[in-house]
Antibody
Framework: EVHLVDSGGGLVQPGGSLRLSCAAS????????MDWVRQAPGKGLEWVGR??????????EYAASVKGRFTISRDDSKNSLYLQMNSLTTEDTAVYYC?????????????????WGQGTLVTVSS | EIVLTQSPGTLSLSPGESATLSCTAS???????LAWFQQRPDQAPRLLIY???SRATGIPDRFSGGGSGTDFSLTISRLEPEDFAVYSC?????????FGQGSKLEIK
């Protein structure tokens, strides 16, 4: 059974840093792209960024709102995904979810977000 | 960036009725790479539909998706109490992978 467990959230002051983790089990972690998605209180979902697999050189991409401040990394030996968040602002307050990206089977099905962690709350406040 | 607009914002129905939710994209969604998610309070999103019309593993056939290009829909037939939740569409064909603002399905 696929299982993703998000952790590392908490209260941080504006300008501070935080590192989130996502522990994966129940599937071959190294095969999959992995993403982070966030949801501010009472708001919709917002894609944060992606890290591809080794076959695609672990390349990353980010939403404009976090580019240059957030860094996604992974450790396939530990089946773990990370989100390093720097220069945090109150606008970054949200529940952060890791999401597994399905292996591509056809252009029509594409790389959809098939499993999600339970989320971890990040609160940026003084 | 592809903007997804969902309607209605809130839909009030009774168990046993059918619901149809809409998702309109600001530009054509690549390869119909459109997904629908269900989110209950304080829970993570749950994938319902991908590729505009394919049901995810374990999703009952009461849930069906359709559409192409810029107009997509999610239909839920024979509503059950556990179906009352927030539903979000997402396009995952073009980065940044954007979500709609969500439609709330509430019990009438």
């Amino acid at each position: 059974e696929v299982h993703l467990v998000d952790s590392g959230g908490g209260l941080v002051q504006p300008g501070g840093s935080l590192r989130l983790s996502c522990a994966a089990s129940g599937f071959i972690f190294s095969d999959h792209y992995m993403d982070w998605v966030r949801q501010a209180p009472g708001k919709g979902l917002e894609w944060v960024g992606r890290i591809r697999n080794k076959a695609n050189s672990y390349t990353t991409e980010y939403a404009a709102s976090v580019k240059g401040r957030f860094t996604i990394s992974r450790d396939d030996s530990k089946n773990s995904l990370y989100l390093q968040m720097n220069s945090l602002t109150t606008e970054d307050t949200a529940v952060y979810y890791c999401a597994r990206i399905a292996l591509i089977r056809s252009p029509i099905t594409g790389r959809y977000f098939d499993y999600w962690g339970q989320g971890t709350l990040v609160t940026v406040s003084s | 960036e592809i903007v997804l607009t969902q309607s209605p914002g809130t839909l009030s129905l009774s168990p046993g009725e059918s619901a149809t939710l809409s998702c309109t994209a600001s530009q054509s969604v690549s390869n119909s790479n459109l997904a629908w998610f269900q989110q209950r309070p304080d829970q993570a999103p749950r994938l319902l539909i991908y590729g505009a019309s394919s049901r995810a593993t374990g999703i009952p056939d009461r849930f069906s998706g359709g559409g192409s290009g810029t107009d997509f829909s999610l239909t839920i037939s024979r509503l059950e109490p556990e179906d009352f939740a927030v539903y979000s569409c997402q396009q995952y064909g073009t980065s940044p992978y954007t979500f709609g603002q969500g439609s709330k399905l509430e019990i009438k």
